[in-house]
């Protein structure tokens, strides 16, 4: 659970898991917000871009905004931006199931370890391929260890779910305290975790641990964690931020990833870029130009008047200058410029020595102090020569000074400001699930696989639902929530989404049948497979639905890409394509289908839907095995 204190190591585990997802993965910048908070722009796949944040001590995740960072960037950022900018995220690990994490990134012909430390006060530490610290955040140095530059980091702990059923039980066996104590200490679960895995188990949290059924609490822990690493399920409750909803908590609000909910659930680092907005007035185009016109013609002005100062006081110290130019001419003949220098320092009561103020060996010239004026004088050239070159530039800033009053005469056309205030669709519990909203308003949702087929009859499917299924062997598992008119929609989008599509046909047949009628428990000497279950009774059946999805971009009232049933589809979106079985890969499909939209799209829509329109938004869709687009 994660508190306002922190993350512990479950959600660790929970977050590294969804992060590992979004691989491969790029480094964009890398930003440092204060002493402890870092943000890294991550790179994906079909331009996607992700903010992962991080504040050492206390969590990690992805957000939907950094803060403002400083304008001049902290060292130990600009430390990272050298050795990681550009570099390829090879992985994302966990430390066991301890509060430390690790972004294995690869840059050229080396491998980075960039480690982040949520326990205590936090760090983060660059090591080279060998985890040899380059540089942490903080110094540290404990009784065991050192988090130094040249130190080696141990990048290893302990994971009692990755025991074998042997040390497992052996570590039980040999504990001291109660099931609850050694779970949560021993194994790092952590008081509310403990619990539940004795919960699934139904021992006593009392029980010594040395006593209860150690392959029965080894299978329950493993079931907790495989929750947790791939069928997460994000709430905020009365008690925290979760990946998985624990027995008898109270759910307050869900979210389709746990990034999503810790991004929701911690309180936005101070420094936002509304509050960095605040009070500043927004200007125009043309106003924006004209200032930095304005001020360009200033910086010229006085580039212009410093130059005519210095040939005036050239011209009034004539005498003393030609004199300087000639001596020093004739010294450089036969001296070194380190050994004039040093004349000139050990002659400083000299007053033509006095008045040179520092040498210029590369250019063969020197600073002269003439009645107050730093000049530069070239002593290989005559006082005349050196005169061209300050009226030289005098005639340089004038051009540019009256280049720029002529555009600042010329009218700047101030563009159109035609903002659109689109709101992006909202992450909603079932988005992690096949889904479409019928025609008359009933959602409909399907599995993506054996696991979520499972998930949705067990804990979704109510009493005035219907369970609808293609009469084929493999393929999702669809749940109607409840009545509907328009339940040919829901035949067609349960044909589509099985593997009817995926051998390539084009109508399949489907059954529906009531909540009560579905069962996981089989007859005597038969299995029912992870995902399957028994339907019993009559079903009503629905011959040769015909196989076909329409996915397309919904405007109102939110900006969205959704997919289902064409009768579903295509009245709620601006544009859309429909697919039907046919050659390309999904992911080949999903590119296809983006390009396709955007055709449809006039530039400055395009602009202001890229956030929405984009092959991950597409992909989540389109059907399994081959597809091709119908040509509308």
Same mark, same amino acid.
């Given at each position: 659970?994660a508190?306002?204190?922190?993350?512990?190591g479950v959600d660790l585990?929970?977050?590294?898991?969804e992060?590992?997802?979004?691989?491969?993965?790029?480094v964009g910048?890398?930003?440092?917000f204060d002493?402890?908070t870092?943000?890294?722009r991550?790179?994906?796949?079909?331009?996607?871009?992700?903010?992962?944040?991080v504040?050492?001590?206390?969590?990690a995740?992805f957000t939907?905004?950094?803060?403002?960072?400083?304008k001049?960037?902290?060292?130990?950022?600009?430390?990272?931006?050298?050795?990681?900018?550009g570099g390829?995220v090879?992985g994302?690990?966990?430390?066991?199931?301890e509060?430390t994490?690790?972004l294995?990134?690869?840059?050229?012909?080396t491998?980075?370890?960039?480690i982040f430390?949520?326990?205590?006060?936090?760090?983060?530490v660059l090591?080279?391929?060998?985890?040899?610290?380059i540089?942490?955040?903080?110094?540290?140095?404990?009784k065991?260890?050192?988090v130094v530059?040249g130190?080696?980091?141990?990048?290893?702990g302990?994971?009692?779910?990755?025991?074998s059923p042997?040390?497992f039980?052996?570590?039980l066996a040999?504990?001291?305290?109660?099931? $609850?104590?050694?779970l @949560? #200490?021993g194994c790092? &679960?952590?008081?509310a975790? %403990?619990e539940e895995v004795? !919960?699934?188990?139904?021992v006593?949290?009392s029980a010594?641990?040395?006593? $209860?059924?150690?392959? @029965? #609490?080894?299978?329950a &822990?493993?079931?907790?964690? %495989?929750?947790?690493g791939q !069928?997460?399920?994000?709430v905020?409750?009365a008690s925290?931020c979760?990946? $998985?909803v624990l027995?008898?908590?109270e759910?307050?609000e869900?979210?389709?990833t746990?990034s999503?909910?810790?991004?929701a659930?911690y309180?936005?680092?101070?420094g936002?870029?509304?509050e960095?907005?605040a009070?500043?007035?927004?200007?125009?185009q043309a106003?924006?130009?004209?200032?930095?016109?304005?001020?360009a013609i200033k910086g010229?002005?006085?580039?212009?008047?410093?130059?005519q100062r210095?040939?005036?006081?050239?011209y009034?110290?004539y005498?003393?200058v030609?004199?300087?130019?000639a001596?020093l001419?004739?010294?450089?003949?036969n001296?070194?410029w380190?050994?004039?220098?040093?004349?000139?320092?050990e002659n400083?009561?000299?007053p033509?020595a006095k008045?040179?103020?520092?040498?210029?060996p590369a250019?063969a010239?020197?600073?002269?102090?003439?009645?107050?004026?730093?000049?530069?004088?070239?002593?290989?050239?005559t006082i005349?020569?050196?005169l061209?070159?300050?009226?030289?530039?005098?005639?340089?800033?004038?051009?540019?000074k009256t280049?720029?009053?002529a555009?600042?005469?010329r009218?700047v056309p101030?563009k159109?400001?035609?903002?659109?205030n689109l709101p992006?669709?909202?992450?909603r519990?079932y988005?992690?699930?096949r889904?479409?909203t019928?025609s008359?308003?009933?959602l409909?949702i399907g599995?993506r696989d054996?696991?979520?087929?499972?998930?949705?009859?067990?804990k979704y499917m109510e009493?005035g639902?219907?369970?609808?299924?293609?009469d084929?062997?493999?393929?999702s598992?669809?749940?109607v929530k409840?009545?509907?008119?328009?339940?040919?929609e829901a035949v067609?989008f349960?044909?589509?989404?099985?593997n009817?599509?995926?051998?390539g046909h084009?109508?399949a047949?489907?059954?529906?049948a009531?909540?009560?009628q579905?069962?996981?428990t089989?007859?005597?000497?038969?299995?029912?497979?992870r995902?399957a279950?028994?339907v019993r009774?009559e079903?009503q059946y629905?011959?040769?639905?015909p196989?076909?999805?329409?996915i397309g971009l919904?405007?109102?009232?939110?900006?969205?890409v959704?997919g289902g049933?064409?009768?579903a589809v295509?009245?709620?979106?601006?544009?859309w394509?429909?697919?039907?079985p046919g050659q390309?890969?999904?992911?080949?499909?999903?590119?296809?289908v983006?390009r396709a939209?955007?055709?449809k799209?006039s530039?400055?829509?395009?602009?202001?839907?890229?956030?929405a329109?984009n092959?991950?938004?597409?992909?989540a869709?389109?059907?399994?095995g081959?597809?091709?687009i119908?040509?509308?």
């Amino acid at each position: 659970m994660a508190t306002l204190q922190g993350m512990s190591g479950v959600d660790l585990r929970a977050l590294v898991a969804e992060a590992a997802d979004r691989l491969p993965l790029w480094v964009g910048k890398i930003y440092q917000f204060d002493a402890k908070t870092l943000g890294i722009r991550l790179n994906g796949e079909d331009r996607a871009k992700y903010l992962f944040l991080v504040e050492t001590g206390r969590r990690a995740h992805f957000t939907a905004e950094f803060p403002v960072p400083p304008k001049n960037p902290p060292s130990f950022a600009m430390l990272l931006r050298k050795h990681l900018e550009g570099g390829k995220v090879l992985g994302i690990r966990q430390l066991g199931l301890e509060r430390t994490m690790s972004l294995d990134i690869g840059k050229r012909d080396t491998t980075y370890h960039l480690i982040f430390e949520l326990f205590d006060e936090g760090n983060a530490v660059l090591c080279d391929e060998g985890y040899t610290i380059i540089k942490p955040l903080w110094h540290h140095r404990f009784k065991t260890r050192e988090v130094v530059p040249g130190a080696v980091y141990a990048f290893e702990g302990s994971d009692c779910s990755s025991l074998s059923p042997e040390a497992f039980g052996s570590m039980l066996a040999q504990s001291d305290r109660d099931i $609850v104590r050694t779970l @949560a #200490v021993g194994c790092m &679960l952590g008081g509310a975790y %403990a619990e539940e895995v004795c !919960r699934i188990v139904g021992v006593e949290k009392s029980a010594a641990a040395a006593e $209860v059924d150690a392959e @029965a #609490v080894r299978e329950a &822990l493993e079931r907790l964690m %495989a929750d947790v690493g791939q !069928r997460r399920e994000p709430v905020i409750t009365a008690s925290g931020c979760w990946p $998985v909803v624990l027995a008898g908590d109270e759910v307050r609000e869900r979210f389709a990833t746990f990034s999503e909910a810790l991004d929701a659930f911690y309180p936005k680092t101070v420094g936002g870029k509304e509050e960095a907005a605040a009070g500043k007035p927004r200007l125009s185009q043309a106003e924006v130009i004209r200032r930095r016109q304005a001020e360009a013609i200033k910086g010229f002005e006085k580039k212009i008047e410093r130059n005519q100062r210095i040939v005036e006081v050239i011209y009034e110290n004539y005498t003393a200058v030609a004199g300087i130019i000639a001596t020093l001419d004739e010294a450089s003949k036969n001296r070194s410029w380190q050994e004039i220098e040093k004349v000139l320092k050990e002659n400083g009561d000299n007053p033509a020595a006095k008045m040179v103020r520092a040498v210029h060996p590369a250019d063969a010239a020197v600073d002269v102090d003439l009645s107050g004026e730093r000049v530069k004088i070239h002593v290989h050239e005559t006082i005349e020569q050196n005169l061209g070159r300050y009226y030289d530039q005098i005639k340089k800033f004038k051009k540019k000074k009256t280049g720029a009053l002529a555009a600042m005469e010329r009218t700047v056309p101030e563009k159109p400001r035609t903002k659109r205030n689109l709101p992006l669709q909202k992450k909603r519990w079932y988005h992690r699930f096949r889904w479409f909203t019928t025609s008359d308003g009933t959602l409909v949702i399907g599995g993506r696989d054996a696991s979520q087929n499972e998930e949705l009859v067990k804990k979704y499917m109510e009493g005035g639902d219907l369970f609808v299924h293609a009469d084929v062997h493999g393929g999702s598992v669809v749940i109607v929530k409840g009545a509907t008119e328009h339940l040919d929609e829901a035949v067609r989008f349960a044909a589509s989404y099985s593997n009817a599509w995926k051998a390539g046909h084009f109508t399949a047949d489907v059954y529906a049948a009531r909540p009560d009628q579905v069962s996981k428990t089989a007859e005597s000497g038969e299995y029912v497979a992870r995902g399957a279950f028994i339907v019993r009774g009559e079903r009503q059946y629905f011959r040769n639905a015909p196989l076909g999805v329409a996915i397309g971009l919904q405007m109102v009232p939110e900006v969205a890409v959704i997919g289902g049933p064409p009768g579903a589809v295509t009245g709620r979106t601006k544009v859309w394509v429909e697919l039907r079985p046919g050659q390309f890969e999904p992911n080949d499909t999903a590119r296809k289908v983006v390009r396709a939209l955007r055709e449809k799209l006039s530039e400055d829509e395009w602009k202001g839907l890229k956030n929405a329109l984009n092959t991950e938004a597409v992909a989540a869709f389109v059907p399994p095995g081959g597809s091709d687009i119908v040509e509308s």
